[in-house]
Nanobody
Framework: QVQLVESGGGLVQPGGSLRLSCAAS????????MGWYRQAPGKQRELVAVITSTGITNYADSVKGRFTISRDNAKNSVYLQMNRLEPEDTAVYYC???????WGQGTQVTVSS
């Protein structure tokens, strides 16, 4: 019974920062690829960032230089530090584990003045 629980979303002004957290349970966390995705209403879910079991990262072009993904295997957690947020970053952000592929419930991020 793998569960992923996101937290840290909210309302922030353009140029502001948020830190999202994802806590995993029910699995041996350290061996898995972890990722953050986001989905705005009426749009496809898109990959934001991924991090391998050993800490190698990749980012969508739209967030490079602004977002940082990290993980703490001892805490079974993955994080997304989001800086210099823009209105276009507004979406529900989802944590993902896999392969095999599990999703969290999502957390809303709204960037608005």
């Amino acid at each position: 019974q793998v569960q992923l629980v996101e937290s840290g979303g909210g309302l922030v002004q353009p140029g502001g920062s948020l830190r999202l957290s994802c806590a995993a349970s029910g699995t041996s966390f350290s061996i898995y690829l972890m990722g953050w995705y986001r989905q705005a209403p009426g749009k496809q879910r898109e990959l934001v960032a991924v991090i391998t079991s050993t800490g190698i990262t990749n980012y969508a072009d739209s967030v490079k230089g602004r977002f940082t993904i990290s993980r703490d295997n001892a805490k079974n957690s993955v994080y997304l530090q989001m800086n210099r947020l823009e209105p276009e970053d507004t979406a529900v952000y989802y944590c993902h584990l896999g392969p095999p592929g599990y999703w969290g419930q999502g957390t809303q991020v709204t960037v608005s003045s």
